[in-house]
């Protein structure tokens, strides 16, 4: 079974302040796809990274990174410098290498990013 | 990246009746889509796969008579909720697969559906 977690429910930070916002996946395949995405107030999902299973480096986007560990099956997401326009649910997903194209996710983070 | 929409934005439906959701792929042709709903303050759960030509795939415990999709070209599949109830009430989003870019599915902007 492939699964999704996101333990933090909720996280509130004061502007400029770094955050990193946890997941943790269990699937038995061995090629896989992880992905993040930001839902503002909006609700429209809004796509930040793919990572693939063969993939470990770590990648930086602006004040974004993103730290994939396979050894603890974890694809943590991290914001530097938070500011409040970050304020978001944020996902984290699954993608197995089936050809369905199913996308598993996390419950969700809400980061709220006070002035 | 591809674009996706959907229509209505909000809709807002007297129990009893029916309501369809559109879900378009503007500039790419998707022979696969997918149906997620999402209740407040809490994830996206799965539906069905809509396949362009054939019937969907339901998830386990979606009912296949309440929740109607039909995908009857490349670029548009739709849900129809049946004789909606106010349990029906919730943030409905589409996404459609791009098989020139496996990796990804582009996301609708969502149809907020209430059901007095």
């Known amino acids: 079974a492939q699964k999704v977690t996101q333990a933090q429910t909720e996280i509130s930070v004061v502007e400029k302040e770094d955050v990193t916002l946890d997941c943790v996946y269990e699937?038995?395949?061995?090629?896989?796809?992880l992905f993040w995405y930001k839902q503002p107030p909006s609700g429209e999902l809004v796509f930040l990274i793919r990572?693939?299973?063969?993939?470990?480096q770590n990648e930086i986007s602006g004040r974004y990174s993103w730290n994939f560990q396979k050894s603890t099956s974890s694809f943590n997401f991290t914001i530097t410098a938070s500011q409040v326009v970050d304020s978001a649910v944020y996902f984290c997903?699954?993608?197995?290498?089936?050809?369905?194209?199913?996308?598993?996710f996390g419950q969700g983070t809400t980061l709220q990013v006070k002035p | 990246g591809a674009v996706v929409s959907q229509h209505p934005s909000r809709v807002i439906c007297k129990s009893g009746t029916s309501v369809k959701i559109e879900c378009r792929s503007l500039?790419?042709?998707?022979?696969?889509m997918f149906w997620y709903r999402q209740f407040p303050k809490k994830s996206l759960m799965l539906m069905a796969t809509?396949?362009?030509?054939?019937?969907?795939?339901?998830e386990q415990g979606v009912e296949k008579d309440k929740f109607l999709i039909n995908h009857a070209s490349l670029t548009l599949s739709t849900l129809t909720v049946t004789s909606a109830h106010p349990e029906d009430s919730s943030f409905y989003i589409c996404?459609?697969?791009?098989?020139?870019?496996?990796?990804?599915?582009?996301f609708g902007p969502g149809t907020r559906l209430t059901v007095t």
């Open positions: 990572r693939n299973s063969f993939d470990e």
């Open positions: 809509s396949n362009e030509g054939s019937k969907a795939t339901y």
């Open positions: 500039d790419f042709q998707a022979t696969t």
């Open positions: 699937t038995r395949d061995t090629t896989y796809y």
């Open positions: 997903a699954l993608r197995g290498s089936s050809n369905t194209g199913k996308l598993i």
């Open positions: 996404s459609a697969r791009d098989p020139m870019t496996v990796y990804e599915q582009y």
